[in-house]
T-cell receptor
Framework: EPEVTQTPSHQVTQMGQEVILRCVPI?????FYWYRQILGQKVEFLVS????????KSEIFDDQFSVERPDGSNFTLKIRSTKLEDSAMYFC????????????FGSGTQLSVL | AQRVTQPEKLLSVFKGAPVELKCNYS??????LFWYVQYSRQRLQLLLR??SRESIKGFTADLNKGETSFHLKKPFAQEEDSAMYYC??????????FGQGTRLTINP
């Protein structure tokens, strides 16, 4: 069964450093997403991406964040200058047409900002 | 605003007992609801979609528009059902809005 894959599984960085989280969505999916989950809190939507552009983003997704699909298979989330409060589990996800059949998640990258 | 509420953070039942995980939502329009499950240290997995009216791993969920609920049920709990369960709805075309989650523990 095809899966969304994410690398790395854990990332430790110093405050102020840039990080790139990587994802390979399911190959025939059209929509790509990033969600995050701060420890003890609910899973929160960050951004959705369709047809090579951002289709929706949340208030959390400020100028420090960016997404890219550099080569037709990878989907990346970049945090330019990490803050302590960026520490969270980041989930990549993908879906077919408009998410109605379900959104499928990767196993997450645990980001720790020190 | 669209919102999903799971009133129980923790739920503990004995093996073989019935399970009901509660989910209520607020949404203007016709909601599309899902249940996701997260076993220990694993990914969020899609468990059920209300549009398909399916039963997965013995779980069912019925959308009740009058009560704005989408409770997840299983008649006989098994130990392997212990996990975190999240109710979610689709907002707009794509965005999932999640509840806080319920940690289900099945006692032997």
């Amino acid at each position: 069964e095809p899966e969304v894959t994410q690398t790395p599984s854990h990332q430790v960085t110093q405050m102020g450093q840039e990080v790139i989280l990587r994802c390979v969505p399911i190959s025939n999916h059209l929509y790509f997403y990033w969600y995050r989950q701060i420890l003890g809190q609910k899973v929160e939507f960050l951004v959705s991406f369709y047809n090579n552009e951002i289709s929706e983003k949340s208030e959390i997704f400020d100028d420090q964040f960016s997404v890219e699909r550099p080569d037709g298979s990878n989907f990346t989330l970049k945090i330019r200058s990490t803050k302590l409060e960026d520490s969270a589990m980041y989930f990549c996800a993908s879906s077919g047409w408009r998410g109605r059949a379900g959104v499928f998640f990767g196993s997450g990258t645990q980001l720790s900002v020190l | 605003a669209q919102r999903v509420t799971q009133p129980e953070k923790l739920l503990s039942v004995f093996k073989g007992a019935p399970v009901e995980l509660k989910c209520n939502y607020s949404y203007s329009g016709s909601p599309e609801l899902f249940w996701y499950v997260q076993y220990s240290r694993q990914r969020l997995q899609l468990l059920l979609r209300h549009i398909s009216r399916e039963s997965i791993k013995g779980f069912t969920a019925d959308l009740n528009k009058g009560e704005t609920s989408f409770h997840l049920k299983k008649p006989f709990a098994q130990e392997e059902d212990s996990a975190m369960y999240y109710c979610a709805l689709i907002q707009g075309a794509q965005k999932l809005v999640f509840g806080q989650g319920t940690r289900l523990t099945i006692n032997p």
